[in-house]
């Protein structure tokens, strides 16, 4: 007995080239543009300040729970135009450690004063055990110093400088006593041509 012919495959899914200019219609719509899709990467933005890490050391202290281990993180940023400022914090990792201590130096900056591309006159300054010496220098010298003080000094974008640190050699108290000498010339322009129109 004859059998009735079945529909073709050909009608179940349409023309042969209905399917592939389907397809190419979602992948025009999914992903149309240059730099779309996952391989696109956004532009990094520049940064406001550079940053330098002094200090990244590990802490423990010991409760009635057992020791408890953190990180602390002693942060300098600075614009190198001027502007200045640190951050010593603790965290449970080290990047919210550096995370917090950027914050925080973001509000303690300091604007230095100079006068002919150094300081107008040397600052003697203590902090704790620490001590630091402050002096001008004439233009071609560059910074004569080591250690936490020439770090601040760069990021602050001091050209010429001469300093010793005296005493302790704690960067934290270093950096603490550098910033205390920094903060006594905040008024060294004004009282300069003041003297000057006399």
Known sequence: ???????????????????????????????????????GRRPEQPREFDQKILELSRVTRVTSGGKRMRFRVCLVIGDRHGKVGFGVSKGA????????????????????????ETFPYAVHAKFGASSVLLMPAPKGTGLK???????VLELAGVPNAVSKSLASSNK??????????????GNATSTLTRKSKV
Do not use: H, W, Y
């Open 1 to 39: 007995m004859p059998t009735q012919p079945t529909q073709s495959n050909d009608k179940r899914r349409g023309a042969p080239g209905q399917g592939g200019q389907q397809g190419g219609n979602r992948g025009q719509g999914g992903r149309s543009g240059s730099g779309g899709g996952r391989g």
């Open 93 to 116: 990792d080290v990047q919210i450690s550096v995370d917090k201590a950027l914050r925080q130096a973001k509000k303690r900056m300091v604007k230095v004063n100079l006068v002919n």
């Open 145 to 151: 110093c080591g250690g936490a003080v020439r770090s």
């Open 172 to 185: 934290i108290n270093t950096v603490k006593a550098t910033f205390e000498a920094l903060e006594q010339f």
